[in-house]
Each structure stands twice: as structure tokens, then as C-alpha cells.
């Protein structure tokens, strides 16, 4: 079955860096786009950014462009999400998903299958 494991969170100062891992399986990975989304406490989620499924098509929310980098290795079945410059705002559970496609969607209702989620905390 699709397995999604997300790993690389914690705590953080503002202005400091974080890398979260996914880990899949279950599922040919070099055929499917992935997405990262975040949920706040007491806010929904929110789509963050996203990858073709050869990598080539990149999209990020207006939130995170320019401080967050997606990446994705097939041969390993891992897709990354560098966090740069990070702000307390970006404290969130940050979720990995799976897309029903090959193309990247915008919305989370573009993915089948997610991940239990990593904390991220941003705090001096």
C-alpha cells in the first residue's frame, strides 16, 4: 500500500534553515507528481508547493516563493522541501502527498494519498 513518511522537522529560529524528507512507496514514484501542504493550529490546509513527476515542472505558493526549494530523487523515492529563511509564521504540521497524476497540483484536493506529517516550529 501507499506509504508516505515524513521526517526532518523541529524546532527553529527565525531565519534559520530546515529539510524535510518524505519517504515513499507503494507506488511507482518516478510517475507521480508530489506536493507539500502545511495546517497551522486552527487554520486549514495549505497547498506550499509542488513537483512533476520528472521534476521539471516546479510551483510554490506566493507564502514560501523565493525562501522554499522542492526537489525530488526518483532513484530513492524521496522528495525534499528546503526551508530557508524561515519565519514564525511558517510553524505548521507540513504534510507530504501523493497527486492523482503525473502534474503538479495547486489544490490539495489534487492528491490521493498523505502523509502523518512533520512539526515545524519557528521561534526564537
Known amino acids: 500500500q501507499v506509504q508516505l513518511v515524513e521526517s526532518g522537522g523541529g524546532l527553529a529560529q527565525p531565519g534559520t534553515s530546515l529539510r524535510l524528507s518524505c519517504a515513499a512507496s507503494g507506488f511507482t514514484f518516478s510517475r507521480y507528481a508530489m506536493s507539500w501542504a502545511r495546517q497551522a493550529t486552527g487554520k486549514g490546509l495549505e497547498w506550499v508547493s509542488g513537483?512533476?513527476?520528472?521534476?521539471?515542472?516546479?510551483r510554490y505558493a506566493d507564502s514560501v516563493k523565493g525562501r522554499f526549494t522542492i526537489s525530488r530523487d526518483n532513484a530513492k523515492n524521496t522528495v525534499y522541501l528546503q526551508m530557508n529563511s524561515l519565519k514564525p509564521e511558517d510553524t505548521a504540521l507540513y504534510y507530504c502527498?501523493?497527486?492523482?497524476?503525473?502534474?503538479?497540483?495547486?489544490?490539495?484536493?489534487?492528491?490521493?494519498?498523505w502523509g502523518q506529517g512533520t512539526q515545524v516550529t519557528v521561534a526564537s
Open positions: 513537483i512533476g513527476s520528472d521534476g521539471s515542472d516546479i
Open positions: 502527498a501523493k497527486a492523482r497524476g503525473r502534474g503538479v497540483p495547486t489544490l490539495t484536493s489534487g492528491n490521493d494519498y
